[in-house]
């Protein structure tokens, strides 16, 4: 929280007073300011003694992440590519040297000159090096885990907020709830006022949010889940065509066509609904869900051939015979979760900055379509 309020609010003066304005898309607004709260957060800040004071070491904490959410956004670009392995050479000696840049703004000499450090990260580290792993390898596992975590997370904070300003009544009654959440906790946003704390306890308060983010989540995240199978089996799909899966192959599910928008599971799939969730029963891992599976690779073939049919429902996709299955792998934070606080701290900024801004018409224009994340 109080990363977030260092990148969000250091430069907010009320609007009377605002000399300069600073206008940014809301793609890189999003994505800069969660990337970065993020990055604070897992792999902590700088401190008075590093840095000689305290306002030294929170200004130091801005500069830094600044810098390297701006690698990171450059390594963002070149991944579709690196992961296809089609890269030009000026592009590969680009993602290697991003690479070099990052394991060393990841050292485990920095990290371990930091405060705050997250306990996933510093549980994770212990781990490695119990395991054995070498120091430089857990550097890059640190890249690893930036990436993971921070790859996603800022772009869907942009598509909540989106859908939320392109949908009043969506807005309103996300409004709402931040409202009566602030006020139960003797908090209120007003022009000029303290900056609004949020807690654990309040985003567990949060029911209408939580249904927008997952609604947003359903229309933009298409996440391709690749596993290598490690005994052979069997799929049954819900046609009755059987599909033997080999153990040395690797196999993808991309759940995006055949359960996040199936007019079946989810009416009207391509309209946001801001409360679908708040009504809708989800569904949970072991309930009857068709998938869309990308057939098993066979060794050697480079891509993955989309199958397009449905497990039979009924037939749980026995995922335990995958590796990578990450259940008892210690997450900090369920991802909407991450979504959530972020958006609900963009919101009420956003909403304190329209109310404080109700004079200032041309700040409406704030929105750039950068679709690429
Ligand atoms: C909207 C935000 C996010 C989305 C859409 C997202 C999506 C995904 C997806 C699709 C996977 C692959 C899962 C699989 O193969 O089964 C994944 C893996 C992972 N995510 Fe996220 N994620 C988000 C946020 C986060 C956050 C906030 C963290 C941590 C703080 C995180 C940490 C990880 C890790 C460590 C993995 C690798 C798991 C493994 O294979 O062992 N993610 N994420």
């Not at 609010?9 to 993020?38: M, P």
């Not at 869900?289 to 990308?294: C, D, M, Q």
Request: some cysteine.
């Amino acid at each position: 929280m109080k990363n977030l309020q260092n990148l969000m609010l250091h430069n907010l003066g009320s609007a009377a007073n605002q000399k300069t304005w600073t206008e940014d898309g809301l793609f890189n607004y999003c994505y800069n300011i969660v990337f970065r709260a993020g990055y604070l957060a897992l792999y902590g800040n700088a401190t008075s003694e590093t840095e000689g004071d305290k306002e030294k070491a929170i200004n130091k904490d801005r500069a830094e992440s600044d810098v390297l959410f701006k690698e990171f956004r450059k390594y963002d670009q070149l991944f579709p590519n690196l992961a296809y392995n089609v890269l030009p050479p000026s592009g590969r000696r680009e993602a290697s040297r991003l690479l070099n840049f990052f394991q060393t703004f990841l050292s485990l000499e920095k990290i371990g000159s930091k405060n705050n450090i997250s306990g996933w990260i510093s549980d994770l580290i212990s781990a490695r090096r119990e395991e054995g792993m070498s120091e430089s390898m857990i550097e890059r596992y640190m890249f690893v885990l930036l990436w993971a975590s921070q790859g996603n997370t800022g772009p869907s904070s942009f598509w909540l907020l989106l859908y939320l300003m392109k949908d009043p009544v969506a807005l309103k009654a996300l409004r709402k709830e931040a409202d009566k959440v602030l006020k139960e906790s003797g908090q209120e946003v007003r022009p000029g006022g303290p900056p609004v704390d949020l807690t654990y306890e309040m985003l567990m308060k949060t029911p209408v949010l939580d249904s927008a983010v997952e609604e947003t989540l359903r229309l933009v995240a298409a996440p391709l889940l690749t596993r290598s199978v490690l005994q052979d089996m069997t799929l049954n799909m819900a046609n009755g065509r059987q599909f033997f899966i080999r153990k040395g192959d690797r196999m993808a599910v991309f759940p995006y066509i055949a359960v996040h928008i199936d007019p079946e599971i989810h009416p009207d799939p391509h309209t946001f609904k801001y409360d679908r969730f708040l009504t809708q029963k989800t569904v949970t891992r072991g309930s009857p869900v068709p998938l869309v599976l990308s057939e098993a690779v066979s060794r050697g073939s480079p891509v993955p051939l989309v199958l397009s049919e449905a497990v039979s429902r009924g037939s749980p996709v026995p995922l335990v015979l995958f590796e990578g299955v990450t259940r008892g792998s210690p997450m900090p934070l369920v991802l909407s979760e991450a979504v959530t606080l972020a958006a609900l701290l963009l919101l009420v900024l956003f909403e304190a900055v329209t109310r404080d801004l109700a004079s200032e018409p041309r700040r409406a224009g704030i929105i750039v379509l950068e679709l690429g994340a």
